[in-house]
């Protein structure tokens, strides 16, 4: 006998999910050791922070989880948990962790980072702005807002931030290095130059001011100088690919092309993707006579110039969209954000937020088909996915909502909602014993949550099939 509930589901809209990868995981023997002898939140944080310096990042969860375990309010065991989301590009999971958690100054930092990468500007700088009214002058939120501020070319802003902190707090190095950071961001390098060498006299070996140094001094011509002061940054942390690149366009100058290619090429390993480094490692190898190589890397410097103007037009056609809803105007918002989608197609984010504008001006089949791109750049995007099974159980697609909100709850198995549509989802296909362990997970998680204990007594008095 097939039963239907008329549980009301909700889209998922701004709310978000966490995922929680397992993976078999073993850490050094003494740090397991304190866990199994004194499993308390410090161990496991220690455990945690291990395994995100191996960039074993799901081990680091399973790790910071457990420390959740035995204090849930623990700010370090929350901040290494979400910074490891963040790094896992689960800015969702972390924006879920962090959104109704009793937050410090470290995790203020954390969700702000998180709504920064998944693109929500303006929810990042409320949440920087409301923290510094708990955390005046605080080194670590004002640089994340300044930070922000100048991605969003909001330079004026950014550089009247950090000037005000440095004034406030002339003795402090980190705030004087937001200022200085800002400055070069900006382009006010004559103001830059002689700050970062008398910060450099207080910090000599601090590598973030030896390579902030070396790129001035290499804007101004001074090869020489640059190289001492990079050199040193390189020593001091070999894995940096800022110091690398500067590096190796001051041995560039310098006609240095053997020397140049190996830190170039080096950058790039490391991660950098700006189009220069392409271009100038192409006159190295030309330089050296490897001209099939250099071809290859002009070619990479043409596409990425492609990409990074793309990427630019994208972010700024989303800005202007996010203002445009928030002034009510929905089809204005719709169309700039189809246009970032088409100029980057990839991006999961992106088609997810047209999908909000699509079904806010009532345009379900535009909806559907943004969702359907966000999850197929994205089968992980757990908002997406929650949305589409939202849309099939209200159609009374019941077999496509499971599949959707099976994939949520696999993605986001402390998400009590999910489970709670996925039970009821059950239900209505007649699935009685799989909707009971759905809700009784959903209740697991959130024992007072109302709708889950109504389903609850109806699943209860449901003829078993």
């Known amino acids: 006998m097939r039963v239907v509930f008329g549980l009301m589901l909700s889209a998922c809209a701004a709310d978000a999910c966490l995922a929680i990868p397992a993976e078999d995981c073993s850490g050094p023997a003494a740090l397991e050791a304190q ?8 161990a496991y944080t220690a455990l945690g922070n291990w395994f995100n310096q191996k960039h074993s990042l799901d081990c680091a969860v399973d790790a910071f989880h457990a420390g959740l375990a035995i204090d849930p309010h623990s700010g370090p065991a929350l901040d290494g948990l979400a910074r490891t989301l963040i790094d896992q590009k689960n800015y969702q999971g972390a924006i879920r962790l962090l959104s109704h958690a009793q937050r410090d100054e470290a ?26 009214k708990n955390y005046p002058n605080s080194d670590a ?15 004026a802003v950014a550089l009247d931030l950090a000037k ?7 003795n402090d190095l980190e705030a004087q290095r937001i200022y200085l950071r800002t400055l070069v961001v900006t382009g006010d390098n004559d103001a830059a130059g002689p700050l970062a060498l008398k910060l450099l006299a207080l910090a000599p070996k601090d590598a973030d001011l030896l390579n902030l140094s070396g790129f001035l001094e290499r804007k101004a011509g001074n090869y020489a100088a640059a190289r001492k002061h990079l050199e040193a940054a390189v020593a001091v942390d070999p894995n940096d690919l800022n110091s690398r690149v500067n590096l190796g ?4 100058q310098l006609h240095e092309p053997a020397a140049a290619k190996v830190q170039l090429e080096k950058a790039i390993d490391l991660g950098a993707t700006e189009a220069q480094v392409r271009i100038e490692l192409a006159k190295v190898l030309r330089a050296l006579g490897e001209n099939d190589e250099a071809q290859k890397q002009l070619k990479l410097y043409q596409q990425k110039l492609k990409d990074d103007d793309d990427q630019q037009q994208a972010v700024l056609k989303a800005t202007e969209a996010a203002q445009a809803a928030k002034e009510g105007d929905l089809r204005k918002a719709a169309e700039l954000y189809r246009e970032a989608c088409a100029l980057e197609p990839r991006d999961a984010g992106l088609a997810y937020r047209l999908s909000v504008s699509l079904g806010a001006l009532g345009d379900a089949p535009g909806q559907r088909v943004a ?27 019941n077999a496509g909502a499971e599949q959707h909100f099976r994939a949520v709850v696999e993605a986001a198995p402390d998400n009590a909602r999910a489970w709670l549509s996925l039970a009821a989802t059950l239900a209505t296909e007649g699935k009685i ?11 697991k998680i959130d024992p007072n949550n109302a709708g889950a204990l109504d389903l609850n007594k109806k699943l209860a008095a449901a003829p078993q099939t």
Do not use: C, W
């Open 35 to 42: 866990t199994r002898t004194h499993p308390t939140v410090e």
């Open 107 to 132: 995790t203020d930092v954390d969700l702000a980072v998180a709504y920064r990468k998944a693109q929500m500007f303006d929810e990042a700088a409320q949440v920087l702005r409301e923290a510094l």
């Open 371 to 397: 969702l359907e791109q966000a999850i197929q750049d994205d089968p992980k995007h757990v908002l997406a996915q929650y949305d589409l099974g939202y849309m099939d159980f209200q159609s009374g697609n």
């Open 164 to 170: 005000a902190l440095a004034q406030e707090k002339p």
């Open 433 to 443: 014993a799989e909707a009971q362990d759905a809700v009784a997970k959903a209740l």
């Open 141 to 155: 939120l004002t640089g994340a807002l300044v930070s922000l501020e100048a991605h969003q070319s909001h330079y």
């Open 249 to 252: 366009l001051v041995l560039v």
